[in-house]
C-alpha cells in the first residue's frame, strides 16, 4: 500500500482536528459547563465514546481548543521579538492579532467565556501558557520603555486596554454596526488603523500630544470690584 502523500494528515489525524473545531464553536456558545460530549460527537458525526480514541476526557478536549488559541496567539506575540524598530514590531503585532480573532469568529466568546466563568477544568498549563503571552506583551512594552522610545505607561493596563480594543471589537462590531448603523459592512483594515492609532497615542514618547484646553476665564463681579 503506498504512504501516504507527506502533508496529508491520516485519518485519525483529521478527524480529531474535526474533533477541535466543533468542539472550539460548542463551548465558544456555550461554555464549558453548556456543552456534553454527545452533542460534540453528534456535530462531528461519530459516537460520544469515539471521542476517546482522540480525547481522554472533556477536560482534555477543552484544554486542547484551548492550547490551539494560546499556540496561535504565541505565534502573533512572537512578531514582537527581533530587531526590527519598535513601531514595526508593534504594528506587526496589532495586525496579527486583529487576523487572528476576525479569522475565527470562536476565539473572542471563548476567551471571554473562560475568563468571566474560569472554569476549573483549564489547567495549569494552559494558564501558564496565557500568563507567557502576557510576559512576552509586558517585556516588550518594557524594553521600549528603557530605550526612551515607549512613554512610561501602566504596563499591564495598556495591555488590557490594548487586548481590550481587539477582542471587544471583535465581539462587538458587527451587531453595533447592523443595529445602530444599519451598515453590516466589515473593514478589517479599518479595525487595525484605529487599534494601531490608539496604541500609539498611549505609547509612542515622540508624538506629539494634542494641546490642552485653555482654561476657563474667571469673571468678576462688579461687586466684589476693590476700589
Not at 76 to 96: H, K, N, Q, Y
Not at 118 to 132: D, L, Q, V
Not at 158 to 178: D, E, K, S
Request: proline share 5%; charged share 30%; aromatic share 8%.
Amino acid at each position: 500500500m503506498a504512504r501516504a502523500q507527506a502533508g496529508v494528515k491520516s485519518e485519525p489525524e483529521a478527524r480529531r482536528d474535526q474533533v477541535l473545531r466543533v468542539a472550539e464553536a460548542l463551548f465558544a456558545r456555550a461554555g464549558y459547563r453548556g456543552v456534553g460530549l454527545r452533542e460534540i460527537a453528534a456535530q462531528v458525526g461519530i459516537r460520544a465514546p469515539s471521542l476517546f480514541k482522540h480525547f481522554a476526557s472533556k477536560d482534555a478536549l477543552y484544554n486542547a481548543v484551548l492550547g490551539n488559541i494560546f499556540a496561535r496567539l504565541g505565534e502573533v506575540a512572537a512578531r514582537l521579538e527581533g530587531d526590527a524598530p519598535f513601531t514595526e514590531r508593534l504594528e506587526a503585532f496589532v495586525s496579527g492579532y486583529v487576523d487572528l480573532v476576525a479569522s475565527d469568529p470562536h476565539v473572542v466568546p471563548l476567551l471571554f467565556r473562560e475568563l468571566m466563568e474560569r472554569s476549573a477544568a483549564m489547567e495549569p498549563e494552559m494558564r501558564r501558557g496565557a500568563a507567557e503571552i502576557y510576559r512576552r506583551i509586558d517585556a516588550f512594552i518594557e524594553s521600549g520603555q528603557r530605550a526612551g522610545e515607549f512613554r512610561q505607561v501602566d504596563r499591564f493596563r495598556f495591555q488590557i486596554a490594548l487586548t481590550g480594543a481587539i477582542l471587544y471589537h471583535g465581539l462587538a462590531a458587527r451587531p453595533y454596526q447592523a443595529a445602530l448603523l444599519d451598515r453590516p459592512a466589515y473593514d478589517r483594515a479599518a479595525w487595525k488603523r484605529t487599534v494601531l492609532d490608539l496604541a500609539r497615542s498611549a505609547l509612542l514618547a515622540h508624538e506629539s500630544a494634542p494641546p490642552a484646553p485653555a482654561a476657563p476665564r474667571r469673571r468678576r463681579r462688579a461687586g466684589n470690584a476693590r476700589e
